[in-house]
């Protein structure tokens, strides 16, 4: 499991000629990664006596950032399993197999954009409340939530087209639109707090 190994380890795989691990299990340390930052902010607020007035606001922040950080390093191998899988049922050219395994591949990446998304919530919340000397903090958080939401939908994008539902297909793509739209939003938001 690549959360328990190193960082270097995650990237040297992710860096060979080996097929797996791939771009959906970097999207998911890159939402680790912005809850990380997240809960670093929200770590460096509390207990602060100019912050007292909102320590329990970031103390919730901190617990949800924290589980989510939790469930995105999960998601790492989770999504190496699942590609494993594609490529199986690629090679076999079992087509119903193909588009079952890529229909869960893009539940999968929906709920990977949702948690990623929420992150970005979370950064606005936090960038609101947070330790101002940490203002640089909520810009990076802002840049990496907003790629991991579009790094996921990328692989919503991609598993969409092997399947052949198109009121299905439209319906989804409805939806990664107006989150990617809201995570631009929130970047900008918080952007905007930084400075």
Do not use: H, W
């Not at 990237?11 to 970097?26: F, Q, R, T, W």
């Not at 954009?113 to 919340?125: D, F, N, S, V, Y």
Request: aromatic letters at 6%; a neutral charge.
């Amino acid at each position: 499991m690549y959360s328990k190994e190193s960082i270097e380890s995650f990237l040297n795989d992710l860096a060979s000629e080996k097929s797996i691990p791939g771009g959906g299990s970097a999207a998911a340390l890159s939402g680790a990664l912005n809850a990380a930052v997240v809960s670093f902010i929200s770590n460096l607020t509390i207990g602060k006596e100019q912050y007292k007035d909102v320590e329990e606001e970031a103390k919730n922040i901190l617990l949800e950032s924290n589980q989510l950080k939790k469930e995105m390093l999960l998601m790492i191998d989770q999504d190496s399993q699942i590609l494993s899988k594609i490529l199986d049922s690629y090679k076999a050219g079992d087509q119903n197999k193909v588009k079952s395994v890529c229909s869960d591949a893009v539940e999968f990446s929906m709920d990977m954009t949702k948690k990623a998304l929420r992150l970005m919530e979370l950064t606005l919340a936090i960038s609101k409340i947070g330790n101002r000397m940490l203002a640089s903090d909520f810009e990076v958080a802002a840049y990496i939530g907003d790629a991991a939401v579009g790094s996921a939908i990328a692989n919503i994008k991609i598993n969409l087209k092997s399947l052949d539902d198109n009121k299905y297909k439209k319906n989804v793509e409805k939806e990664y639109k107006a989150l990617k739209k809201k995570s631009s939003k929130l970047k900008e938001e918080i952007i905007k707090l930084a400075n």
